[in-house]
């Protein structure tokens, strides 16, 4: 077993940057992650990251990336944790006296699985140049795919579940200057057929003013889903880290959390034991929040520290 003072698990914002304030503050820690950069380096775009007015999201990960100590990093993934220690798939297992949970989320899924759904168009967008494709979503990161697509595909069409965007009005305005990215509203996605000619058709459930149901078909020759994320929390289900019924990492003053621990806004259940970015219970899903969060688990952990 290796001990540290410190151990982060997960790679992305809110972990690199917990990992660059225990590293200016002199403290023993070590990150373990599969890869760095999180899902930060699968946004095409991000127009709300202060000091940028836009900036793709591989670039300002590389950054942070950067800006880590390389000594401090493990390559590895987490499978198990309990009682401060992290049990890996390597079989390596490590104990900290503090832990930093930062695994973030995963993209949530469709409920069907089809050749033509894509969930990241920095990898598989290519195979989409001048061909027609479809973006779920309302948010940010569905507006932000849709103009990574529209400089590849011949058209883009963002269709919405109910009848506006979540997205922020600047986002919103920057894809009416396209002329070559539609919107669709209040549909929902049902089936996904394959026609003769190997191109797909893709079933809605559609609502008229009315409240009226009818079905639409749009012929299209891919989907990107930008639904949301589910937390990446598994493999806390056996300690003494609660999580909430969708396994988000319950945190700071909570009834749930432990007394001793409440005082701490990335504190859980667990003495010791911290949470960061998109894993926490009741947080905006946003890079620059994961951030944030971050370095208040690392100030959080260096209070925690000086009083053990």
């Not at 599969?34 to 999201?57: C, H, Q, R, W």
């Not at 297992?93 to 899924?109: D, F, L, M, W």
């Amino acid at each position: 077993m290796i001990k540290h003072d410190v151990v982060i698990i997960g790679g992305g914002v809110a972990s690199l940057s917990a990992a660059r304030y225990l590293e200016l503050a002199g403290i023993d820690y070590i990150v373990i992650a599969k890869v760095l950069g999180g899902n930060m380096f699968s946004a095409p775009l991000i127009m709300n990251f202060p000091t940028y007015d836009k900036i793709e999201g591989s670039v300002l990960a590389t950054k942070m990336v950067e800006q880590t100590n390389p000594d401090k990093i493990v390559f590895d993934n987490v499978v198990k944790y309990y009682n401060h220690t992290c049990f890996c798939e390597s079989g390596e297992e490590y104990y900290g006296k503090a832990i930093i949970v930062a695994t973030g989320s995963n993209p949530v899924r469709l409920p069907f699985e089809a050749p033509c759904i894509e969930y990241c168009c920095l990898c598989e967008g290519y195979k989409y140049r001048d061909k027609n494709v479809l973006v779920l979503g309302s948010g940010e990161s569905a507006i932000s795919t849709a103009l990574y697509l529209s400089n590849i595909a011949k058209t883009v069409t963002i269709i919405l579940r109910h009848d506006s965007f979540k997205a922020s009005e600047y986002s919103q305005n920057i894809i009416t200057s396209k002329d070559n990215i539609y919107v669709m509203k209040n549909k929902t996605l049902e089936s996904i057929e394959v026609t003769p000619n190997n191109k797909y058709v893709f079933n809605f459930k559609s609502k008229n003013d009315k409240g009226e149901e009818t079905t639409v078909q749009i012929f299209a020759d891919g989907i990107f889903p930008c639904l949301g994320a589910s937390p990446a929390t598994d493999f806390l289900k056996d300690s003494e880290v609660f999580l909430d019924t969708t396994g988000y990492i319950i945190h700071g003053n909570e009834s749930i959390v432990s007394t001793r621990m409440q005082k701490y806004y990335t504190g859980t259940s667990e003495w010791g034991v911290f949470a960061a970015g998109d894993c926490l219970k009741n947080t905006y899903k946003q890079f620059i929040i994961a951030s944030s969060s971050g370095v208040t688990s690392a100030l959080d952990v260096i209070d925690y520290l000086k009083g053990m």
